[in-house]
Structures are given as C-alpha cells and as structure tokens.
C-alpha cells in the first residue's frame, strides 16, 4: 500500500510562488507514474501536471509555462513548483500514483490508484 503525503501549501499574493511536495512511503519499479491534481470549490478534479517512470512530462493548458513538476533521485518524492500564480489557481492540490499505465492520459485522474489527503492552495488578487 502506497501512502502519499503533500505539503507546501499555503496563501500567496497573485504572481507568487509556492512549491508543493509529495512524499510516497514506498516507491515500486511499478510506479509508472505520479500526477498532481487540484480541485476548486464547485469544479471537478482536474489533471495539473505528471511525471512517468522515465521523467516525462505533461502539463495542462491553463499551468504551461508556470508550473513545474519534477522528482527527486530516489523517485519518492515528486515537487511541484508554482509560479505567477493566479487567484484561479487556488484549489485543494492532490498528489496521486499510477501503479500501472492503462493508456490513457496522465493528466486523467481515472489512471490513478493511490491518492494523497491533499494541500489547499490559496491565490489572493
């Protein structure tokens, strides 16, 4: 059983940063991937960014160029680097694992199986 554990968030001005992190108890040979999700009041869960097995990455639209996802050498720990942050992106910030690929998008949370308790970002204008 794999546990994830985030942290790092907080309150920023808008244009600020933060930097999330996700701490998995066990990294297998079959974690294929590792995603961050968010949810705002209201909205449904929506894929941030992802990071496979061989350090390839995906973004979605609204956070390309702004947000980074990377992970550390041991592959336990996955970060996500959030700059010229925007009131839109304040949500509660999921960290979740793939211990299989189904195919799918990475950005899909369907493709997830391990999921973290979550981080509540909050963007003020």
């Known amino acids: 059983q794999v546990q994830l554990v985030e942290s790092g968030g907080g309150s920023v001005q808008a244009g600020g940063s933060l930097k999330l992190s996700c701490t998995a108890s066990?990294?297998?040979?079959?974690?294929?991937?590792m995603g961050w999700f968010r949810q705002a009041p209201g909205k449904e869960r929506e894929g941030v960014a992802s990071?496979?097995?061989?350090?390839?990455?995906s973004y979605a639209g609204s956070v390309k160029g702004r947000f980074t996802i990377s992970q550390d050498n041991a592959k336990t720990t996955v970060y996500l680097q959030m700059n010229s942050l925007k009131s839109e992106d304040t949500a509660m910030y999921y960290c979740?694992?793939?211990?299989?690929?189904?195919?799918?998008?990475?950005?899909?949370?369907?493709?997830?199986?391990?999921w973290g308790q979550g981080t509540q970002v909050t963007v003020s204008s």
């Open positions: 990071i496979d097995s061989d350090g390839r990455t």
């Open positions: 979740a694992s793939a211990v299989y690929d189904d195919g799918g998008s990475w950005l899909d949370e369907n493709e997830y199986h391990y």
């Open positions: 066990l990294y297998t040979s079959s974690t294929y991937c």
